[in-house]
């Protein structure tokens, strides 16, 4: 794996006093030297104490552990990063395991559903709809010229919570946040973004509290024109900038990803970071399981954007691994809301419809109130590998298990990848227990070890961020005039590449979270020569390697010097 370079030695501010120690980005705290303190106009605003970072980091860890449940230490990580950026991202960066869950999934989700009540300082930007004509100037403030990622959502499908409004903002802010502790992009190149149309959340617009627009949702000519304004504006403002796009309703995120992934270099975690970190989860497992990657039978439950997302990237791994298109499609049963996908139902997209069933082949399989149930199709079709992306917990219950085990001689691939927690399909210790210890296991939010025969069975956090960090930073450095589904690819097979099962058939599927930075430095280089391969890449060979490296910035005080 490669390792960053320094950062420069210095930084240059006209910043001082309070101005100095109200900008998170720039502000030290304690940490400030006295010839710093001599020269900023800091003496009186700090304690007399000269601290270093460390101290720091060690401070804000006990106040951290000692917070009573995840809302608290979200709440007090936010703060931190208002307060002062540095220290957030060292705190994250030594202690990665453990902030994780908490800077993001499975916290932010009740981060954003109570976002209103936390919000203090601003952060990022809010495109409201009654702003449509301002979002040229807004956006065309000096303090974004150096923006050159951008994560957007409009916050109506959050995680598995559904439409939070203003409170997907939480959304944008963590993804970036992650974007600089497990790849190194420099914060003031991340830009959150809220496209605020409205909510259909009674209970937010209820809540006296709620700072977002109070206002049914806008949707049809009038939100694509929204939308396509903003696009707009970010591509004659930052030509080249990286745009994400993050938990957009269904309806909405496969269409917007497809009408302008030309315009800018785009991609959907929920659809494709989803699918890359699924593609390396099951390649890792077919290490322990010994089946043949082109022979794994597969149910996919929950067929929306996400479901379709990780079924389209490995029908293409398996095409690439020596199946035909056709062969490759029918290794798929695709579940959804009403049941197995069947030919001719009514409502399926030109996509979905691509993995539907013949008649035929599902002929005289029970039928309940939604269609050909999940139980069912475990049953006829004896899969090797079941994942779940529906947001419904407890879908894969104890008779869906129980049956995919009896089904099947080898060891049961099990994903259930719903977030956040509360939303997962089951839990591994169930899971576990109803295989009697058989089941490899990989969740999208983490679990901890489960015990079961005597033994500690650690789980996989299958979490995209093991891949959408990586994939910036790739993007970003190579300059890549868009990202294609080859480079998505290369970044799911760089990932599976640095599973431990590679050395040890009962290793973890996935490398350990504390190697996260250097993980995602290999997915960075293994997407950018991707892109370079297909002649997408502006920055090639040496130049982008070197590119991968500048763009690294690490969590440290620097000396100041007075402009």
């Not at 997408?536 to 000396?559: I, Q, S």
């Amino acid at each position: 794996m490669a390792t960053p370079r320094a950062t420069p030695q210095f930084l240059e501010t006209s910043l001082t006093g309070l101005g100095l120690l109200n900008t998170p980005m720039f502000n030290k705290g304690t940490a400030f030297p006295e010839s710093e303190r001599d020269e900023f106009s800091l003496h009186g605003l700090l304690p007399p104490h000269v601290g270093t970072l460390d101290e720091q980091v060690e401070r804000r860890l006990k106040v951290f552990r000692s917070l009573p449940d995840d809302f608290a230490k979200y709440t007090f990580m936010r703060d931190l990063q208002d307060v002062n950026e540095t220290l957030f991202y060292a705190l994250i960066t030594r202690n990665i395991e453990e902030t994780l869950p908490v800077v993001y999934t499975p916290a932010v989700g009740e981060g954003c559903q109570r976002f209103s009540e936390i919000w203090r300082r601003p952060r990022g930007v809010f495109l409201s709809y009654p702003n449509r004509a301002r979002i040229e100037t807004i956006l065309g403030h000096p303090r974004y010229e150096g923006v050159r990622c951008i994560v957007v959502s409009d916050g109506e499908r959050i995680l598995g919570l559904g439409d939070q409004g203003a409170g997907g903002m939480g959304i944008p802010i963590g993804k970036l946040s992650l974007y600089t502790a497990l790849a190194g992009i420099h914060p003031m190149k991340c830009l959150p973004v809220f496209l605020d149309v409205g909510t259909d959340n009674a209970a937010r617009i209820a809540d006296p509290l709620y700072i977002g627009w109070r206002h049914e949702r806008v949707r049809g000519a009038e939100y694509d024109k929204f939308v396509d304004s903003f696009v707009r504006v970010v591509k004659k403002r930052w030509p080249h900038v990286l745009l994400q796009w993050e938990d957009f309703a269904g309806h909405n995120a496969a269409r917007l990803l497809e009408r302008y992934r030309d315009v800018l270099p785009s991609f959907n975690d929920d659809i494709q970071g989803t699918a890359a970190v699924a593609v390396a989860t099951l390649l890792a497992a077919v290490n322990i399981t010994g089946i043949p990657f082109t022979e794994q039978r597969i149910v996919v439950f929950g067929f929306g954007s996400a479901g379709l997302g990780i079924t389209e990237l490995l029908r293409k791994a398996l095409v690439s691994a020596g199946l035909s298109d056709q062969e490759a499609r029918e290794r798929f049963y695709a579940v959804d809301k009403d049941g197995l996908l069947i030919e001719g139902m009514d409502g399926l997209t030109k996509e979905q419809a691509g993995f539907a069933r013949a008649k035929s082949a599902a002929a005289g399989w029970a039928r309940g109130e939604h269609g050909i149930g999940l139980l069912e199709v475990v049953e006829r079709v004896k899969p090797t590998v079941l994942i779940g992306v529906s947001g419904q917990a407890g879908a894969f219950s104890e008779d869906v298990v129980r049956a995919m085990v009896r089904g099947i001689e080898s060891r049961p691939v099990i994903l259930p990848l719903s977030n956040p927690t509360s939303r997962c399909e089951a839990t591994p210790a169930d899971v576990i227990r109803w295989t009697d210890g058989r089941a490899i296991v990989g969740t999208g939010s983490p679990f901890g070890p489960v015990e079961f025969g005597g033994k500690v069975i650690d789980v996989a956090q299958t979490n995209n961020s093991y891949i959408f960090p990586g994939m910036a930073l790739g993007i970003v450095s190579s300059r890549a005039k868009r990202v294609s589904e080859g480079m998505i690819m290369a970044a799911a097979k760089a990932l599976a590449a640095l599973s431990p099962t590679h050395q040890d058939p009962n290793g973890a599927l996935l490398p350990p979270l504390d190697t996260l930075r250097a993980v995602s430095l290999s997915v960075a280089v293994a997407l950018g020569r991707q892109a370079e391969s297909e002649g997408l890449a502006e920055v090639k060979g040496d130049a982008f390697v070197e590119a991968v490296h500048a763009n690294v910035w690490e969590p440290v005080y620097l000396p100041y010097r007075r402009r």
